[in-house]
């Protein structure tokens, strides 16, 4: 299916991951230019891209960005049980093998790409840059889930417990804790959208899906000081559902050179879409802001390194007329 919203088109589209399942996947592109660089949308948990995510992706595509999501497996439109995430190891490989494949296009040949990831996705965003280290040109993190907020966890002696329980029961939706949809968004329309959206998961946490974003988030916070590529961090200074202060901490000890860092004071944990609109026009004028920086910085690199390519082709010219002659 295509449609034209304004000036950007967007499509959508099945396609089959290595296990037979059919995911979910659409693009929003701008229609009167070239692509300034592709952006890779990693969306958060029990969310999908095509009606949450749509008005970050129209902001990005109107601002001159190709913009791509894709469910999950268990979620959205993607096949597999509804709010169901058996292996963050096979999200993260669906995610890098459409990811890649898009990138490796002819026509995207050459553009920068970058990842956004939020708050479960932007866990996705860094394990797909541990995956592939040196190929992702920058990442844009929104309250990234490198460590789930205190006030979000169950009991420790709970945890033990349903931990335990995974091995028989891995569905079953067990795991106690305050409903997500109420202390993300701040904005009551916004709650209201998420609820009647039929593509977004309602109830409580699968015991496996519970266990994999404690597992994974644990081991992000420990391997921090490995993130190398450029990124943003963004967060709001009252976010109950990840932790502010392991975005600070991966700002100070991440191993990248070109790193920043926001905190928005009195912003919640919904910083694209669950804010009141004068707040997400101050994180998308930051987000934009950075992406913009990176594409010129990187264009300029291109033609001095081409520069430099040529000049080397044209010197080897010269010396080789000069043996000839």
Same mark, same amino acid.
């Given at each position: 299916?295509? =449609?034209?919203?304004?000036?950007?088109?967007?499509?959508?589209?099945?396609?089959?991951? !290595?296990?037979?399942?059919?995911?979910?996947?659409?693009?929003?592109?701008?229609?009167?230019?070239?692509?300034?660089?592709?952006?890779?949308?990693?969306?958060?948990?029990?969310?999908?891209?095509?009606?949450?995510? +749509?008005?970050?992706?129209?902001?990005?595509?109107?601002?001159?960005?190709?913009?791509?999501?894709?469910?999950?497996?268990?979620?959205?439109?993607?096949?597999?049980?509804?709010?169901?995430?058996?292996?963050?190891?096979?999200?993260?490989?669906?995610?890098?093998?459409?990811?890649?494949?898009?990138? +490796?296009?002819?026509?995207?040949?050459?553009?920068?790409?970058?990842?956004?990831?939020? !708050?479960?996705?932007?866990?996705?965003?860094?394990?797909?840059? =541990?995956?592939?280290?040196?190929?992702?040109?920058?990442?844009?993190?929104?309250?990234?889930?490198?460590?789930?907020?205190?006030?979000?966890?169950?009991?420790?002696?709970?945890? !033990?417990?349903?931990?335990?329980?995974? &091995?028989?029961?891995?569905?079953?939706?067990?795991?106690?804790?305050?409903?997500?949809?109420?202390?993300?968004?701040?904005?009551?329309?916004?709650?209201?959208?998420?609820?009647?959206?039929?593509?977004?998961?309602?109830?409580?946490?699968?015991?496996?899906?519970?266990?994999?974003?404690?597992?994974?988030? &644990?081991?992000?916070?420990?391997?921090?000081?490995?993130?190398?590529?450029?990124?943003?961090?963004?967060?709001?200074?009252?976010?109950?559902?990840?932790?502010?202060?392991?975005?600070?901490?991966?700002?100070?000890?991440?191993?990248?050179?070109?790193?920043?860092?926001?905190?928005?004071?009195?912003?919640?944990?919904?910083?694209?879409?669950?804010?009141?609109?004068?707040?997400?026009?101050?994180?998308?004028?930051?987000?934009?802001?950075?992406?913009?920086?990176?594409? !010129?910085?990187?264009?300029?690199?291109?033609?001095?390194?081409?520069?430099?390519? &040529?000049?080397?082709?044209?010197?080897?010219?010269?010396?080789?007329?000069?043996?000839?002659?």
């Amino acid at each position: 299916m295509a =449609r034209e919203i304004e000036d950007v088109r967007y499509d959508e589209d099945f396609i089959l991951n !290595s296990r037979g399942l059919k995911l979910f996947a659409c693009k929003w592109v701008p229609l009167k230019r070239e692509p300034k660089a592709l952006i890779f949308i990693c969306h958060g948990y029990a969310m999908e891209c095509s009606i949450t995510m +749509e008005s970050t992706a129209l902001r990005l595509a109107r601002a001159g960005f190709a913009v791509y999501g894709m469910d999950y497996e268990g979620h959205g439109k993607s096949a597999g049980l509804a709010g169901y995430v058996s292996s963050f190891d096979a999200v993260v490989d669906d995610c890098s093998e459409h990811y890649t494949n898009i990138c +490796e296009k002819e026509e995207n040949k050459g553009k920068m790409r970058f990842l956004l990831g939020e !708050s479960m996705g932007g866990g996705v965003a860094l394990l797909l840059h =541990r995956k592939k280290p040196d190929f992702w040109d920058g990442a844009v993190l929104v309250a990234p889930m490198c460590r789930i907020a205190d006030e979000m966890k169950p009991h420790p002696l709970v945890i !033990s417990v349903l931990t335990k329980l995974c &091995n028989y029961i891995p569905t079953w939706k067990l795991i106690p804790g305050q409903d997500i949809v109420d202390v993300a968004f701040k904005d009551p329309e916004v709650r209201e959208k998420i609820r009647s959206n039929p593509y977004c998961y309602k109830g409580r946490l699968r015991l496996k899906t519970g266990n994999e974003i404690l597992r994974v988030s &644990n081991d992000l916070e420990k391997r921090l000081n490995e993130v190398s590529l450029p990124f943003m961090v963004l967060h709001g200074e009252d976010d109950k559902v990840t932790d502010k202060n392991v975005s600070q901490q991966l700002y100070n000890v991440a191993s990248s050179t070109d790193k920043t860092f926001k905190l928005y004071p009195g912003m919640w944990h919904g910083l694209l879409y669950g804010e009141p609109l004068n707040n997400i026009n101050i994180v998308f004028s930051d987000i934009i802001g950075w992406l913009e920086n990176r594409v !010129s910085f990187g264009n300029l690199r291109l033609e001095r390194e081409l520069k430099l390519h &040529n000049d080397d082709l044209n010197l080897k010219l010269m010396e080789k007329e000069e043996i000839i002659s």
